[in-house]
């Protein structure tokens, strides 16, 4: 009996070590699906706003063009001010003279 009993104390604890060990496993996956979760809701959130950042980019090189060709046809048109009221200006000095 007393052999039994020397054997029963490490078997007991064997099997609270494999429980506790099984325990401390679950928990550890447990935490690492909740991380992995958290992980793909957060890049998630990074790939809309990386978006919404491209969309913005997009939309100012856009106007960009936009005000480069009013610019230019701005300045094409005082070209064609500046000619015209040079000529005007000649001739006026003409009639004077």
């Not at 494999?18 to 790939?47: H, M, P, Q, W, Y």
């Not at 960009?64 to 064609?80: N, Y």
């Amino acid at each position: 009996m007393k052999k039994r009993s020397f054997l029963l104390i490490p078997v007991l604890i064997l099997l609270f070590s494999l429980s506790s060990c099984v325990d401390f496993t679950e928990e550890a996956e447990k935490r690492i699906n909740e991380l992995k979760g958290k992980t793909d809701k957060l890049d998630s959130l990074i790939n809309r706003e990386v978006d919404k950042v491209l969309a913005l980019d997009s939309l100012i090189n856009e106007e960009s063009l936009k005000v480069k060709k009013l610019d230019s046809l701005i300045d094409k048109s005082a070209t064609k001010i500046d000619s015209v009221s040079k000529e005007k200006i000649r001739l006026i000095e003409e009639l004077m003279n």
